[in-house]
């Protein structure tokens, strides 16, 4: 992770293991760390949040979230529109081979 993304924001989606993984390992680089929405509910990860209820940060220099999460078999098939132009999104695919 370069010097620049240490201080910058970033918006984390987490729809299961992995990405809840990720979020964890970002947060000891980085306090700017946005939860931006979350898919967890009482029977663990089931569904993608609708991106309406996303919190997302305007400051964010990028928007995490896997794509495919094996453990927890919930999926984005789409790429989210955030709405920000110029902002990176950060992909994460596992077990996806189109991803």
Do not use: F, Q
Request: aromatic content about 10%; overall charge neutral; some cysteine.
């Amino acid at each position: 992770m370069s010097a620049y993304l240490h201080t910058a924001p970033a918006d984390y989606i987490v729809t299961g293991s992995w990405s809840e993984k990720a979020v964890a390992e970002a947060r000891k680089y980085s306090a700017n760390i946005n939860l931006a929405a979350s898919g967890k509910g009482p029977n663990g990860y089931t569904s993608v949040p609708p991106v309406a209820e996303w919190k997302l940060n305007p400051e964010a220099r990028y928007v995490y979230y896997c794509a495919n999460e094996t453990i927890d078999g919930v999926e984005l098939d789409v790429v989210p529109d955030t709405k920000v132009r110029g902002r990176m999104h950060r992909r994460a695919s596992v077990g996806n081979p189109d991803g």
